[in-house]
């Protein structure tokens, strides 16, 4: 049987939005309509680290508790004033072409395809060759949890004072943090990115053997916090700030403060979780607590 079929506007596009009211998180009966409302509420501050981007869509049409499923190359039904984006492949002439985002009602386009998950790449058009931050993705292994992170993310945030660069961290939405240096150097290269990272994964390593894992060998992992400096490629992709997650709660990628962060070291189990609900406050109240990734200008330096 079709869907029920709803037109709505959404800045200037009209929209054919569908099933409004399916239930996409059923712990909480978080619907569709509810989940549209959140991604147009939170366009203004997600689409700086959205638009121009290759996204990956992961989508969960029938909620969360069903089985989702990635989408990398823009689908054939999109709307025609729907833009793309390249993204080659290292070592090969194929280029895939991606959904941008660059507006509030693609946003909501997405969301209406059951895209709870928007990950995006490290590039941006014009060049998506060329990284335009440094990612340190944090994941703990058990019993390690996301306060664990927080630990390891000052760690990081150490060294990178100590080189004179600001770092702006934020929550995966899962169980882990991300610690994002901005760079906007049209010169870098993802070989510089992926180098820098893993000097400083390894450094931290050797100074806390009991925290910090840089190898993504799953034994070494148990009670420790991998930081993951293989995200700093070309097609790896980490979850947009602001993004929904496909958890049992509508849980989002969460900018925060450095306060935040101190704060969560030792915290009440569950800190730094936000869902749609805390975050839309969180956004009223700061406004873009990740704005700096879009815009800071900053030298990388050569470590090791």
């Known amino acids: 049987m079709a869907g029920t079929r709803t037109t709505v506007r959404v800045g200037e596009r009209e929209l054919s939005v569908s099933n409004l009211d399916k239930v996409l998180y059923p712990a909480t009966g978080t619907t569709k309509a509810e989940v549209l409302r959140y991604y147009v509420d939170v366009a203004e501050v997600m689409l700086p680290h959205l638009a121009a981007r290759p996204v990956t869509l992961k989508r969960f049409p029938d909620g969360v508790e069903a089985e989702g499923f990635f989408e990398k190359r823009c689908p054939s039904h999109a709307p025609d004033w729907l833009g793309t984006v390249q993204l080659g492949r290292e070592g090969r002439e194929k280029v895939v072409d991606h959904c941008d985002l660059a507006e509030v009602a693609a946003l909501a ?135 929904l997650r496909a958890r049992p709660r509508p849980t989002v990628s969460t900018p925060l403060t450095w306060d935040e962060v101190g704060d969560a070291v030792g915290a009440e189990e569950g800190a730094l979780v936000h869902d749609l609900d805390s975050v839309r406050e969180r956004v009223a109240e700061h406004g873009d607590l990740f704005g700096e990734v879009a815009t800071l200008e900053q030298d990388l330096p050569r470590i090791g």
């Open 109 to 243: 386009w997405a969301a209406n395809l059951g895209a709870l998950e928007l990950h995006v790449t490290m590039g941006a058009a014009p060049d998506t060759t060329v990284p335009t931050a440094v990612v340190f993705d944090l994941d703990p292994g058990a019993p390690a949890d996301v306060r664990t992170c927080a630990e390891v993310a000052l760690r990081i945030r150490e060294v990178l004072d100590g080189l004179g660069l600001t770092a702006v961290a934020k929550t995966s939405g899962s169980k882990g943090l991300q610690v994002y240096v901005p760079l906007h150097d049209p010169s870098m290269t993802y070989a510089r990115t992926r180098a820098f990272s893993e000097a400083v994964a390894r450094l931290l390593e050797d100074r806390h053997p009991d925290l910090v894992v840089s190898k993504q060998t799953k034994t070494l992992r148990p009670g420790k916090v991998l930081i993951d400096w293989y995200q700093n490629h070309l097609t790896k992709t980490t979850v947009c700030a602001y993004s």
